[in-house]
């Protein structure tokens, strides 16, 4: 399912919009804007991901130019069509569909090895059968220089041979690559003749076995940007130390109108792993469910912890674009998606840790239809009826046999008001042989049914239940940071055993919940009263499960500063 992006937020002003504002008044692109995303098939987007995106998506859509989805493919050992196929998915469910503007820089690999060619033909490029340990070595530090390679200085003729050759499959994997000759003494490493291309025999997910020499993504990187008429290919400011290079590629090839690298802080939300690397090591260690476990912040983990397409466009729009690397609290993406739920979500009552009560003077056989009205200000939302009966389960948390002060719910002799029905009365506490509560017995009032008019008595306290009558089974689960503390990531001697949070997923059986809630449909969201908002997690509901995921608590305290 498609979510179109709101438009009102195209036109928030940001330092990058700033930067387009001066090329075009310079007039230096005589074509309309054009963006692009570049991800690697090698894993799923995460809320990392969908901040870069939204840079790049709106940027198109202000000044009315397009946006590319071009898959950075250039290493088959990683890559994958299910990854392909997850991301155009996951881009078009939050709001940024590419369309038909889908390309893949493997689909360039002529194009760029015949620069490649131009470059060696130039001077610009050669051969070098260093090992990797060796040209680490060579590399120099950022303090001292690096050392010229003992073949930087083969002839055009030997390197167009060996070039050849090597996509010919003459040679094993890592017994010679392509590398760029800048200059060996710049201060910035990435000019340091870097490899553009290196030998990798293994079957790519779109050309087979056709190559076994494959680009750079820095080398490939800006030829792709020029083929597709990108404007500015604005990236996260890790690479901004790469943009000589970048420039370097564009001008030794003597390219027109040459795309313009720009760069933005990347953004980190607080207590969340958003790494590529760490992803995947939980999900391929099965230290998670998944790439879509809800702890996770990927856009798939994310759904299907029930956020919303509009609250993570609300909270890209809020967050704006920085410079520098930032790091967002995550209270307020949860803000965002509790302003986003409020009005749409209708409210049940659940009851997660179940206590039975017994209501000895209501009748055996009655089952009395209550009208209850949903806890939201959206009146299309309407009331619902839930049936009351001589048995009912409360929140083992709502009674106290020995009440602390200012315990206004239900304590012996004590008597609150049951949510939209009546008031009751603790009259008796009975426990098993280990001396644990397993029932309450009280009395009710019927001269308190709510909105009867009744005028009489007050009590402090109301509490929701769930009639046994009807009441619905299902498994809640619970969620909390992956890792509590974001020290223990960097910690190498740790396992992902020891650094994951062991209240991040909390599994509650034999929750009741009224009948509201029997037949959900796939990712259907309900306000459990007092509970927070929850979403039926589809992966793992069936005929004879039901499952909940809690989406956030009630508790705001991002918009309480």
């Given at each position: 399912?498609?979510?179109?992006?709101?438009?009102?937020?195209?036109?928030?002003?940001?330092?990058l919009?700033?930067?387009?504002?001066?090329d075009?008044?310079?007039?230096?692109?005589?074509?309309?804007i054009?963006?692009?995303?570049?991800?690697?098939?090698?894993?799923y987007?995460?809320?990392?991901?969908?901040?870069?995106?939204?840079?790049?998506?709106?940027?198109a859509?202000?000044?009315?130019?397009?946006f590319?989805?071009?898959?950075?493919d250039?290493?088959?050992?990683?890559?994958?069509?299910?990854?392909?196929?997850?991301?155009?998915?996951?881009?078009?469910?939050?709001?940024?569909?590419?369309g038909?503007?889908?390309?893949?820089?493997?689909?360039y690999?002529?194009?760029?090895?015949?620069?490649?060619?131009?470059?060696?033909?130039?001077?610009?490029a050669?051969?070098?059968?260093?090992?990797?340990?060796?040209?680490?070595?060579?590399?120099?530090?950022?303090?001292?220089?690096?050392?010229?390679?003992p073949?930087?200085?083969?002839?055009?003729?030997?390197?167009?041979?060996?070039?050849?050759?090597?996509r010919?499959?003459?040679?094993?994997?890592?017994a010679?690559?392509?590398?760029?000759?800048?200059?060996?003494?710049?201060?910035?490493?990435?000019?340091?003749?870097?490899?553009?291309?290196?030998?990798?025999?293994?079957?790519?997910?779109?050309?087979?076995?056709?190559?076994?020499?494959?680009?750079?993504?820095?080398y490939?990187?800006?030829?792709?940007?020029?083929?597709?008429?990108?404007?500015?290919?604005?990236?996260?400011?890790?690479?901004k130390?790469?943009?000589?290079?970048?420039?370097?590629?564009?001008?030794?090839?003597?390219l027109?109108?040459?795309?313009?690298?720009?760069e933005?802080?990347?953004?980190?939300?607080?207590?969340?792993?958003?790494?590529?690397?760490?992803?995947?090591?939980?999900?391929?260690?099965?230290y998670?469910?998944?790439?879509?476990?809800?702890r996770?912040?990927?856009?798939?983990?994310?759904?299907?912890?029930?956020?919303?397409?509009?609250?993570?466009?609300?909270?890209?729009g809020?967050?704006?674009?920085?410079?520098?690397?930032?790091?967002?609290?995550?209270?307020?993406?949860?803000?965002?998606?509790?302003?986003?739920?409020?009005?749409?979500?209708?409210?049940?009552?659940?009851?997660?840790?179940?206590?039975?009560?017994?209501?000895?003077?209501?009748?055996?056989?009655?089952?009395?239809?209550?009208e209850?009205?949903?806890?939201?200000s959206n009146?299309?939302?309407?009331?619902?009826?839930v049936?009351?009966?001589?048995?009912?389960?409360?929140?083992?948390?709502?009674f106290?046999?020995?009440?602390?002060?200012?315990f206004?719910?239900?304590?012996?002799?004590?008597?609150v008001?049951?949510?939209g029905?009546?008031?009751?009365?603790?009259?008796?506490?009975?426990?098993?042989?280990?001396?644990?509560?397993?029932?309450?017995y009280?009395?009710y009032?019927?001269?308190?049914?709510?909105?009867?008019?009744?005028?009489?008595?007050?009590?402090?306290?109301?509490?929701?239940?769930?009639?046994?009558?009807?009441?619905?089974r299902a498994?809640?689960?619970?969620?909390?940071?992956?890792?509590?503390?974001?020290g223990?990531?960097?910690?190498?001697?740790?396992?992902?055993?020891?650094?994951?949070?062991?209240?991040?997923?909390?599994?509650?059986?034999?929750?009741?919940?009224?009948?509201?809630?029997?037949n959900?449909?796939?990712e259907?969201?309900?306000?459990?009263m007092?509970?927070g908002?929850?979403?039926?997690?589809?992966?793992?509901?069936?005929?004879?499960?039901?499952?909940f995921?809690?989406?956030?608590?009630?508790?705001?305290?991002?918009?309480?500063?």
């Open positions: 399912m498609s979510h179109e992006f709101d438009k009102k937020d195209f036109f928030q002003t940001n330092f919009h700033r930067v387009v504002d001066e075009l008044k310079n007039g230096e692109y005589h074509r309309e054009c963006t692009r995303f570049p991800p690697e098939p090698n894993g987007l995460h809320i990392g991901s969908a901040y870069a995106i939204n840079i790049n998506y709106t940027i859509k202000k000044y009315g130019g397009k590319n989805l071009r898959f950075d250039t290493n088959p050992l990683k890559e994958d069509i299910e990854y392909v196929n997850a991301i155009i998915e996951d881009m078009t469910w939050v709001g940024f569909s590419p038909e503007r889908i390309f893949y820089g493997s689909d690999c002529e194009e760029i090895y015949a620069y490649a060619r131009k470059l060696i033909q130039k001077g610009k050669y051969v070098c059968d260093l090992s990797a340990e060796e040209m680490r070595a060579y590399r120099g530090t950022l303090k001292e220089p690096g050392i010229d390679s073949y930087r200085n083969r002839s055009v003729e030997e390197n167009l041979d060996l070039f050849e050759r090597m010919n499959g003459e040679f094993p994997a890592g010679k690559v392509l590398r760029a000759k800048i200059d060996m003494q710049s201060a910035n490493i990435n000019l340091r003749d870097p490899v553009i291309y290196r030998i990798i025999h293994a079957e790519h997910y779109r050309t087979g076995d056709k190559w076994c020499i494959y680009p750079m993504y820095d490939a990187h800006p030829i792709q940007d020029a083929m597709e008429g990108i404007t500015h290919s604005l990236c996260s400011i890790e690479f130390d790469h943009r000589p290079l970048y420039d370097w590629v564009l001008q030794e090839l003597e027109k109108e040459p795309p313009k690298q720009r933005f802080g990347r953004m980190n939300l607080e207590g969340v792993v958003t790494s590529k690397r760490y992803l995947r090591e939980l999900v391929f260690g099965n998670v469910d998944g790439w879509d476990d809800p996770l912040p990927t856009l798939r983990g994310l759904r299907r912890r029930g956020f919303t397409p509009q609250s993570i466009q609300k909270f890209l809020e967050i704006g674009v920085s410079k520098d690397e930032s790091t967002v609290d995550i209270s307020m993406l949860e803000h965002c998606l509790r302003e986003d739920l409020k009005d749409k979500v209708p409210s049940i009552m659940a009851v997660l840790d179940p206590l039975k009560v017994v209501i000895t003077n209501y009748p055996e056989d009655e089952v009395e239809m209550l209850m009205e949903n806890n939201s009146s299309a939302l309407g009331t619902r009826t049936s009351f009966s001589k048995v009912i389960y409360i929140e083992r948390e709502d106290m046999e020995e009440p602390i002060k200012d206004h719910r239900l304590s012996p002799g004590k008597e008001r049951l949510k029905a009546y008031f009751i009365r603790c009259e008796e506490v009975i426990k098993n042989e280990a001396g644990e509560i397993i029932a309450l009280c009395t009032d019927p001269e308190t049914k709510s909105g009867s008019g009744f005028k009489g008595r007050k009590v402090k306290g109301t509490i929701h239940w769930v009639s046994e009558k009807n009441a619905v498994e809640v689960r619970l969620y909390d940071k992956l890792v509590a503390d974001e223990l990531l960097k910690d190498s001697a740790l396992s992902w055993d020891e650094k994951i949070n062991p209240k991040s997923l909390i599994t509650l059986q034999g929750c009741l919940l009224e009948p509201f809630a029997k959900p449909l796939k259907a969201k309900y306000q459990f007092r509970h908002y929850f979403v039926v997690d589809h992966k793992h509901t069936n005929g004879e499960k039901l499952v995921n809690r989406i956030v608590p009630l508790k705001d305290s991002w918009s309480k500063r």
